[in-house]
């Protein structure tokens, strides 16, 4: 069974308020999960906190998390909520993809395994 960590995250005060956005980003990791048999260890959350910004609590403790633990796969809503830049996000995929964890988008339906990269 693979051990998954997930990562949620919101941008603006008004999403974290009305927590809507992060809990639809959960309740989407949670059905992945429960529908590909894996095993959620844990989901970190950034909120009202922008993807522009490469340094986050969230992030950081998920990262601190992996290099911890026995993770097979860190899975994700969109890519939006990784980040916003595409030179960050490329930049963390690929430190998984060091570690051998796979990356996951549910939205785009993309990761960073396999020919077509999912």
């Known amino acids: 069974m693979n051990r998954v960590i997930g990562y949620v995250r919101v941008s603006s005060e008004n999403q974290v308020e009305k927590d809507n956005s992060i809990r639809n ?14 095993e959620l260890v844990d989901i970190f959350k950034d909120e009202g906190i922008s993807g522009l ?15 911890e ?3 097979d796969i860190v899975l994700v ?11 960050d996000v490329i930049s963390w995929v690929n430190e998984l993809e060091r ?7 549910i939205k785009e339906n993309f990761g960073n395994k396999g020919v077509m990269g999912n």
Do not use: T
């Open 25 to 38: 980003q959960i309740k989407f990791i949670k059905k992945y999960c429960q529908d590909y048999d894996c």
């Open 53 to 67: 910004k490469k340094n986050r609590d969230g992030l950081n403790k998920m990262m601190k998390q992996i290099d």
């Open 69 to 71: 633990s026995n993770i």
């Open 77 to 87: 809503y969109s890519l939006s909520r990784l980040g916003r830049k595409l030179v």
């Open 99 to 105: 570690k051998n964890i796979e990356f996951l988008s």
